[in-house]
């Protein structure tokens, strides 16, 4: 695990530690893991045939038991903080492997999805509706934050990253994973909202959406700026974490990033 402040000290780092990008390191890396399996954070040891691999991509692949490479870099920078079983923690999905998982180890884990409307609630009854960019939370209800691939998808991240800050208590972290645009500085707009309507910069692209069959519209594939917002959405110590690991079966090219921040 590798934190980093900016892109000028990820590069500097890839620079000094170039075996870090090789194929012949992430293959290393798989054939160890199919040779003796993993150790699931929360789950414990998996053995290889329990693990279901795609070379093509190692980020969402290495799946065991709902959980793959990207989920496990998650779980490491969660556990870290040294959380109890009664802090409250939050993700804004409900149907997934990661929110069973969290379900179960965290008493007052909260879950949702977005469901604006009556039909779309109508599929997931019982399940909580939450919009991130205006979440219904009190200010400083919550331990932890875990936002899984969804920033992409938001019409104002800005707007997202500030409720996340509203809601957390002091000392309290967000945790992040999104598509990013792992050398560039800038972030990508896809798609923006103006008076509703959705006016698309670029070809459409749609990622995997669990409660909807054709995908979510991506508005924008972050760069390191988001560090920046983040920050200026009332973080402090916010950081990239590098997290590559063969035990845990954390790999993808250049690690998997995840996006750290304290409120």
């Known amino acids: 695990m590798t934190r980093f402040a900016n892109l000028q000290s990820w590069k500097s780092w890839l620079d000094a530690n170039r075996w870090v990008g090789t194929p012949e390191y992430t293959a290393a890396m798989v ?97 909580r509706h939450e919009d991130i960019q205006r979440l219904s939370f009190e200010d400083a209800s919550i331990d932890a934050y875990v936002s899984c691939e969804v920033i992409e998808h938001i019409p104002s991240p800005r707007d997202a990253l500030c409720e996340a800050a509203r809601v957390l208590r002091s000392g309290g972290i967000f945790i992040a994973t999104f598509p990013f645009r792992t050398v560039e500085q800038d972030t990508l707009v896809k798609a923006v909202l103006e008076n509703g309507q959705i006016r698309l910069l670029m070809e459409p692209e749609y990622h995997g959406n ?12 972050p760069g390191w700026d988001i560090l920046d917002t983040t920050r200026a959405s009332g973080f402090s110590n916010v950081e990239m974490v590098a997290i590559s690991s063969r035990l845990f079966g954390i790999v993808a090219p250049y690690s998997v990033l995840v996006m750290r921040a304290v409120r």
């Open 31 to 127: 054939s160890h893991i199919r040779l003796v399996g993993l150790f699931d954070p929360l789950q414990g040891q998996a053995d290889p045939p329990l693990i279901t691999i795609n070379e093509e991509n190692l980020r969402e692949s290495i799946v065991f038991r709902g959980l793959n490479s990207r989920h496990r870099a998650v779980l490491r920078v969660l556990l870290e903080t040294g959380l109890s079983d009664v802090s409250v923690v939050y993700a804004p999905e409900s149907v997934t492997g990661l929110a069973d998982l969290l379900r179960n180890n965290f008493r007052n884990f909260i879950a949702s999805e977005y469901l604006p409307s009556n039909s779309d609630r109508e599929k997931l009854p019982g399940t």
């Open 210 to 221: 669990p409660v909807e069959s054709g995908g979510s519209l991506v508005f924008s594939i």
